[in-house]
């Protein structure tokens, strides 16, 4: 017996209805100051950095992971910043811009 069957044992004049959601889509805060994509090796291996967001860190995750999504690939989010495995700054650098980011190449 699930929920909806005991609540209508228990109130057998009540008529539910349909609970209208509305959907948010998440807003990401747009900051003035560019966002630095950078390349670096971690234990020899190469991965794509991103710092710089100044905004909430929730909103800084979410990026994180529609990043991650788009590439199809791994990473994380650590120390207030993006990293994702792989060299994947052109890419990156292009969704972001589409996105409405302002953003920086540092190194090579």
Same mark, same amino acid.
């Given at each position: ?39 670096? $090796?971690?234990?020899? +291996?190469?991965?794509? *950095?991103?710092? @710089?967001?100044? =905004?909430?860190?929730? !909103?800084? $995750?979410?990026?994180? +992971?529609?990043?991650? *999504?788009?590439? @199809?690939?791994? =990473?994380?989010?650590? !120390? ?29």
């Amino acid at each position: 017996m699930d929920l909806s069957d005991q609540l209508k044992n228990l109130f057998p004049d009540h008529v539910s209805e349909p609970e209208e959601i509305e959907e948010v889509e998440n807003e990401l805060w747009m900051q003035a100051d560019p966002l630095i994509c950078k390349f670096e $090796k971690r234990k020899g +291996k190469p991965t794509t *950095v991103i710092e @710089g967001y100044t =905004g909430a860190d929730e !909103d800084f $995750k979410q990026l994180a +992971k529609e990043i991650k *999504v788009f590439l @199809g690939v791994g =990473g994380s989010f650590k !120390d207030e910043s993006i990293i994702i495995q792989g060299d994947y700054r052109d890419k990156i650098m292009t969704y972001l811009k589409d996105k409405g980011f302002k953003v920086k190449r540092v190194g090579g």
